[in-house]
C-alpha cells in the first residue's frame, strides 16, 4: 500500500482522531491492494471525508445521497481491498454509535461505496473476472463484522444476494437473487437453504456448508447450479461467508450469488469442441492422449491398441471431391464405433484419415487382435457416398502388451510404426507389434536421423581389402569399404546404413565422402610408391550415376586431390548397369575415357549377360561370391561349375576385360582361379580389410621382398 509510512494528520485537527483511527484500520487490512497516494495524502482524505460526514449526520432528514457520496469518493480513490468497507463500517459504526440514525447512515455509505465500487468494477476490462472475485471478497469482509443490521445495505445490489441463519432458514435475499430464480424475494423468504439443492451439487458441497455453519471455515466457492422456479437450472458463482457475532460465534451465513449459466453453457461448449473432432464427432486426439495417459496410469491393466489408416483415400478426395472425403470419414466413424464391445473402448480420430480404437482394459491376448478383424470386415462392406458406392480398406497397427514401453507416447509410437508395417506388407490388413522388429526400425530412425551430422564430425572412415594377381600375388588394386564410428553403437559395417543412406537421401553426400577419402589415400601411395601404386576401387550405386551432378563431382574431386585417374576403379552392380542407360552411361563413358577403369561387381547375380557387357564402358569384371563358394574345397565344385566359371573368364578375356574373383577363403579356390585364367583376386585367403596405414605397410614390404 502506498499510505504505510510518512507524516500523520494535524494532530490539532477536529477530525484527525477520527481519521487516524480510519487510517489505521484500514492501513491493518492493506495487504491485498495498494492505494496510488503518500501518507500525507491518504490522511488528508479521510479527514475531508470525516467532516463531511459529521456534517451529514446532524442533518435532518439525514443526506442519504451526499452520505453515498462519501463511500463512493473512498471506492473511487483506490481504497478498494477486501476489508476496506468492512473496517470503515466498523471504525465510523463505533463513532456514530450514539446516532439512532447510524444503520440509515451506514448503510447509505455502504450504498455509494458498493456503488463506486461496482463502476469500477465495470471499467476494467481484461481482468473482469479477478475484479468480480475481489469485489465479492471485499463485500464478504464488509459485512462480516457488521451482523444483521446492514442487510438493508444489499437490497438493491446488482449481484444476488442473500442471508440465511444457523438453522438454514433464509432471512433476506434481494430482488437480483429472487428474479434470478423466478422468485419475489418475499416467496424465497419462505424458504430453507436445502430447498434450494440441486442434483448436480458437487460432491461435499453440503458437507462443507455444515462445515461453515460450525465455524470451521470463514469462506466458501464453489460453482452450483439452483433449480429455477420453473425447473431449470442455474447455474451461479457462489461465494457463501459467515458472519460472526461479537463474540466471534457463527450467527450468519451471506451469500452472493453470479449466474453464469450462458458462460457455463459457452465453456462446456469450447471444452466439447477442445476434445472432439469437429466432422466426426469422434473423441480428437487430445482427448485420446488424456485417456491413454489414463489408462497407462494403472500398471496392472493390460492395454490395448489399434492404430488405423484408410487404405488410398487420397484418392477418393482426388477422384470425387473433398466434400466426399468428409462423407466417407463420418460413416467411416459410425462403423469404428460399432465395433467396439464396451463403454471403455475409446475411438478417436487422431486427424485425416488416421483413427486410433483404445481398449484399457483388454480382456486376454488376442483380444485387440480380434477387433481389427472386426474393424477390417466392417470397412469391407461398400460406402455409399453421394450415390457411389466406394470401397476402403485400411492398414492396422495392433499392440497388445505394454511391457516394452515405458511411456504411453512410447506406446502410441509402436502403434503407428506397426500400421506402417501392415500398409508395406499389402495393405487391408493388421500388423501386431514385435518387439524386435521395432528395436530394429528404431535403430534404423536414430542412424537415419545422425548420419548428416556424422559427415562433419569425421564418423566415416575407409578400410580397404587387398586385391592381388593371382599368378604372383603381388598387390594390385585395393577396395574402399566405408565404416561408420558410431559414437554409440561402435564401428558399424557398411550393410547396417548404405541402404538406409540411400532410403533418405543421404547417399549422394555419403559417396561423394567415400571417394574423396579413398581418392586421397590414392594420391599418397602415388607419391610414395610411384611405380607400385596399387588401383583404389570405390563402389558407386545406382542413383549416384543417376544424379545428373555426379559427373561433375566425381571430377572435381580426382582434380582436387589430384589424383592420376588410372589408379581409380568404380565399381557398379551388375544390376546398376542393366539400369544405367542415356546421360548416366554417357557419364560412365567420360570417365573412361579419361582413364578411370569401370568394374561391374557381383556378376552372375543377376542377369548374367556376356553379350551386354560389349556394349558398356568396362574394364573389368568382378565374379560374385555365390560363384566362389561353389569351388570351395576339391570337393565342392560340379564339372557344370567350373565349366561356367571357366566359359566366363574366356568370354570375358575376349572382350579385351580383366577378371576379379571375390570372396576367396581357401587355397583352393585361389588356385582354381589361378589355373581358370582369373587375373586376380580378394578375400580372406589373402587379406583381411585393413585401414589404409597397413596397405602402405604391406607396399612398403614389397618393395624389399617383391613376392609380397
Not at 480513490?77 to 473496517?87: A, D, K, M, Y
Not at 599418397?524 to 588401383?535: N, S
Request: glycine share 8%; hydrophobic share 45%; proline share 6%.
Amino acid at each position: 500500500m502506498g499510505w504505510d509510512a510518512g507524516p500523520g494528520p494535524d494532530p490539532d485537527g477536529p477530525h484527525a482522531d477520527l481519521a487516524g483511527r480510519w487510517a489505521a484500520a484500514l492501513r491493518e487490512g492493506a495487504r491485498d491492494h495498494i492505494v496510488p497516494m503518500s501518507a500525507a495524502e491518504a490522511r488528508l482524505l479521510l479527514s475531508e471525508l470525516v467532516a463531511e460526514l459529521d456534517d451529514a449526520a446532524e442533518r435532518t432528514p439525514l443526506p442519504t445521497d451526499r452520505i453515498a457520496a462519501v463511500g463512493a469518493r473512498l471506492a473511487r480513490s483506490h481504497f478498494v481491498g477486501n476489508e476496506v468497507l468492512g473496517r470503515s463500517i466498523a471504525v465510523l459504526g463505533a463513532h456514530f454509535s450514539a446516532s439512532g440514525r447510524v444503520v440509515e447512515l451506514l448503510g447509505a455509505f455502504a450504498t455509494g461505496y458498493l456503488r463506486a465500487f461496482r463502476r469500477w468494477l465495470l471499467t476494467e476490462q481484461e481482468s473482469v473476472r479477478a475484479a468480480e472475485i475481489a469485489a465479492r471478497r471485499a463485500a464478504e469482509e464488509q459485512l462480516r463484522t457488521s451482523e444483521a443490521r446492514l442487510r438493508a445495505v444489499f437490497a438493491q445490489a446488482g449481484i444476488g444476494t442473500g442471508l440465511s441463519d444457523m438453522a438454514g432458514r433464509i432471512i433476506e435475499v434481494n430482488t437480483a437473487f429472487a428474479h434470478m430464480l423466478g422468485y419475489e424475494p418475499a416467496d424465497m423468504c419462505t424458504l430453507s437453504v436445502t430447498d434450494l439443492s440441486h442434483p448436480d451439487d458437487p460432491p461435499g458441497m453440503w458437507e462443507l456448508y455444515s462445515a461453515l455453519l460450525r465455524g470451521e471455515h470463514d469462506n466458501v466457492q464453489l460453482e452450483k447450479a439452483y433449480p429455477h422456479r420453473d425447473g431449470h437450472a442455474v447455474w451461479t458463482n457462489l461465494n457463501v461467508s459467515l458472519i460472526r457475532d461479537e463474540h466471534g460465534d457463527p450467527q450468519y451465513t451471506l451469500v452472493l450469488v453470479e449466474d453464469i449459466s450462458e458462460r457455463r453453457a459457452l465453456r462446456q461448449r469450447l471444452h466439447y469442441r477442445a476434445h472432439h473432432d469437429e466432422l466426426t464427432g469422434l473423441p480428437n486426439r487430445s482427448r485420446f492422449i488424456d485417456a491413454l495417459t489414463v489408462a497407462f496410469a494403472d500398471p496392472t491393466a493390460r492395454v490395448g491398441l489399434c492404430y488405423l489408416d484408410l487404405d488410398h483415400f487420397k484418392s477418393v478426395n482426388d477422384t470425387f471431391g473433398h466434400a466426399a472425403g468428409d462423407e466417407l470419414l463420418i460413416q467411416a466413424a459410425v462403423r469404428l464405433r460399432a465395433c467396439t464391445a464396451r463403454p471403455s473402448d475409446l475411438v478417436a480420430r487422431m486427424g485425416g484419415d488416421e483413427f486410433v480404437i483404445l481398449v484399457p482394459h483388454a480382456i486376454g491376448p488376442g483380444a485387440v487382435a480380434e477387433l481389427a478383424r472386426t474393424v477390417l470386415d466392417a470397412l469391407a462392406r461398400p460406402f455409399d457416398v453421394q450415390g457411389h458406392h466406394l470401397t476402403v480398406s485400411a492398414s492396422i497397427g495392433v499392440i497388445e502388451d505394454r511391457t516394452a514401453h515405458a511411456t504411453a507416447d512410447e506406446f502410441l509410437q509402436a502403434a503407428d510404426t506397426t500400421m506402417y508395417w501392415a500398409k508395406a506388407a499389402g495393405r487391408d490388413r493388421f500388423a501386431v507389434f514385435d518387439a524386435d522388429r521395432g528395436r530394429h526400425e528404431h535403430t534404423r530412425a536414430e542412424l537415419s536421423a545422425a548420419m548428416p551430422a556424422s559427415f562433419t564430425r569425421g564418423e566415416f572412415f575407409l578400410d580397404y581389402q587387398p586385391i592381388v594377381a593371382l599368378p604372383d600375388r603381388r598387390l594390385v588394386a585395393v577396395e574402399a569399404l566405408v565404416r561408420w564410428r558410431h559414437p554409440d553403437l561402435g564401428i558399424l559395417p557398411p550393410a547396417r546404413f548404405v541402404d538406409l543412406a540411400e532410403d533418405n537421401g543421404h547417399i549422394d553426400a555419403l559417396g561423394a565422402l567415400v571417394l574423396e577419402l579413398a581418392c586421397r589415400d590414392s594420391r599418397r601411395w602415388h607419391d610414395r610408391f610411384p611405380g607400385r601404386t596399387p588401383t583404389v576401387s570405390v563402389n558407386v550405386s545406382a542413383s549416384e550415376v543417376a544424379d545428373p551432378g555426379w559427373l561433375d563431382r566425381v571430377q572435381r574431386i580426382i582434380a582436387d586431390t589430384g589424383v592420376p585417374p588410372e589408379h581409380l576403379q568404380l565399381e557398379l552392380t551388375e544390376r546398376t548397369f542393366m539400369q544405367t542407360t542415356g546421360r548416366p552411361l554417357d557419364a560412365l563413358r567420360t570417365l573412361a575415357d579419361t582413364g578411370v577403369r569401370i568394374a561391374i561387381d557381383d556378376f552372375g547375380t543377376g542377369y548374367s549377360n556376356l553379350a551386354y557387357l560389349g556394349q558398356l564402358p568396362l574394364h573389368v569384371v568382378k565374379l560374385a561370391g555365390p560363384f566362389i563358394q561353389r569351388i570351395r574345397t576339391p570337393d565342392t565344385p560340379s564339372r557344370t561349375d567350373l565349366v561356367v566359371l571357366e566359359t566366363i573368364i574366356d568370354l570375358t578375356h575376349a572382350l579385351g576385360l580383366t577378371v576379379t574373383a571375390e570372396c576367396v577363403e581357401t587355397p583352393y579356390q585361389a588356385e582354381c582361379l589361378h589355373d581358370l585364367g582369373c587375373d586376380s583376386a580378394q578375400g580372406w585367403h589373402f587379406h583381411r580389410p585393413m585401414p589404409a596405414h597397413q596397405i602402405t605397410e604391406l607396399l612398403a614390404a614389397s618393395e624389399v621382398d617383391p613376392v609380397h
